[in-house]
């Protein structure tokens, strides 16, 4: 690591100003998925379709996220940064002008190419300038701030939306990211490792493989998309991304190290985290047509309800450093991976006249459940990566989730479309509602698989868990 003044004198402030990119990312996302129906009504296409405004930013960040970690070596992480988030403010503004849904999506693109450094090189930063027992602390600081934005996201826009006009959700972007990037200027140090040479065969086997698959799955049932299109770059995105598994296995310094998926606790962390965002994933976009498609409630009401998930995600940041103390990463992420599960499946057993107090009390549970997992699988990721492995680590981590949230949203809403259509009943029916958010409940649920295979004292040196006899049976977990 060279950086420009060592780790014990890093300013108080760089989890705070790192944050300012989750801030402004989250809340551009929350605020979108909440206003997807007026936009859809004003762009003159159905909500359901406008999914892929919501996928191609997430879909864009996969592509070339698995480059941040090469990117932020070579140049340095404070210039990687700062352009990042600027390309990421000119996406905001391509967004805010755009007047068709097709302008919108190719915007929300550009933004997801900035977001593909953004977020990861902040992260990357944090990892390498804070040592392992505070990382946990660390990490779930650094998110607080960030919370913020899917805290203030869905009731701005929602009021926006409801009492002006939508591109406003985008124009908010641009003060907040100019301030952070005269912060960052002063904070952030510029710590890098010497990079290994590009994979490039890597890099164009991956970002179309990923492009082409996801489009193929995401136009599925549309109909502006021929099936035959659809299906055809849904297998040629599957084979692309089958021959850098391949050419993976065999590279010195691959584009994605898969290898690394063979350390216990990443693996468990970027396998099992990617199912539970999967389903998780789903419910930015099911709840708020749910309220808004079945319930009759305007974007501002919307947005207020969303928002109790969000203060529910933040206070649980309070006290994930002594859950996890006290229970351990094992028994801390199964048992909440059951209750979350339950949650989102629950969602589904609402009605319009449920009394909002009790879908309040709903989304603020979900939301201190998701929070506890994601601050939990984000720590023990990197709990036995090694700090030259810590890019390569956080690419291919980083992609998965971004992957993962993107299908969360295609799964959501074609469990939707295909309910609606194997009942007869209309897309907003609570029969097609109930159907998806039990499907994406279990897919959340088969993360138990990868994470009841964990040690009882796996991250024990992250979480400071010690349970009485755990040097004796520590692998005996198949």
């Keep these: 690591m060279r950086p420009d003044a060592p780790a014990d004198k890093r300013h108080p402030l760089l989890p705070l100003v790192l944050s300012c990119a989750l801030f402004i990312e989250n809340m551009d996302s929350s605020a979108l998925a909440t206003s997807l129906p007026a936009i859809a009504a004003d762009l003159g296409t159905d909500a359901i379709s406008l999914k892929l405004a919501l ?8 592509m070339f996220m698995p480059v941040s970690g090469w990117i932020a070596d070579r140049i340095g992480a404070r210039r990687a940064f700062l352009a990042a988030v600027g390309l990421f403010l000119l996406g905001s503004a391509a967004c805010a002008l755009s007047a068709s849904a097709q302008a919108l999506v190719a915007a929300r693109f550009l933004q997801g190419t900035g977001g593909a450094l953004m ?7 944090l990892l390498r300038a804070v040592p392992k027992s505070e990382l946990v602390r660390a990490m779930s600081w650094l998110t607080i701030p960030a919370l913020i934005g899917p805290m203030i996201g869905p009731p701005l826009g929602g009021f926006i939306t409801t009492y002006f006009d939508w591109r406003g959700i985008f124009l908010i972007n641009i003060p907040i990211g100019l301030l952070g990037i005269a912060l960052a200027k002063r904070v952030i140090p510029d710590v890098r490792e010497p990079p290994p040479p590009l994979d490039r065969l890597g890099l164009a086997l991956t970002a179309p493989g990923l492009a082409a698959a996801m489009f193929g799955f995401a136009s599925l049932g549309q109909r502006a998309v021929p099936v035959a299109a659809s ?15 391949v050419h993976a296995a065999r590279h010195p310094h691959p584009l994605l190290e898969l290898r690394l ?3 216990e606790t990443y693996r468990a962390g970027v396998v099992g985290g990617s199912l539970f965002r999967v389903g998780v994933g789903a419910t930015v976009l099911l709840v708020p047509l749910m309220l808004q498609l079945g319930f009759g409630l305007d974007p501002l009401q919307t947005g207020l309800l ?13 006290v994930v450093t002594p859950l996890l103390r006290r229970f351990g990463f094992r028994r801390a992420l199964l048992g909440n991976v059951l209750v979350a599960s339950a949650l989102v499946c629950g969602f589904g057993l609402f009605r319009a006249q449920t009394p909002h107090l009790w879908l309040a009390a709903a989304l603020f549970a979900v939301g201190c459940s998701r929070s506890l ?3 939990s699988l984000n720590a023990i990721s990197f709990a036995e990566v090694d700090a030259r492995a810590m890019a390569s680590a956080t690419s291919l981590a980083g992609t998965m989730v971004q992957l993962s949230l993107s299908l969360g949203v295609v799964v959501g809403a074609h469990a939707l479309e295909l309910s609606a259509a194997a009942t007869g009943r209309p897309v907003a029916d609570p029969l097609g509602f109930r159907i998806a958010f039990a499907v994406v409940a279990a897919i959340s649920l088969a993360s138990a698989w990868s994470l009841w295979r964990l040690r009882d004292d796996a991250g024990s040196e992250l979480s400071g868990h010690v349970r009485a006899g755990a040097h004796d049976d520590a692998g005996a977990k198949p």
Excluded at 231 to 245: D, F, P, R
């Design 55 to 62: 996928t191609a930013y997430l879909l864009a960040v996969a």
């Design 119 to 125: 977020v990861p090189v902040g992260r990357l930063v």
């Design 231 to 245: 299906v055809a770059a849904l297998a040629v995105g599957a084979g692309l991304l089958a021959g850098y598994a």
């Design 261 to 263: 998926l063979r350390i």
């Design 306 to 318: 969303v928002f109790v998930s969000s203060i529910g995600a933040m206070s649980m940041k309070l």
């Design 373 to 375: 997992q994601f601050t």
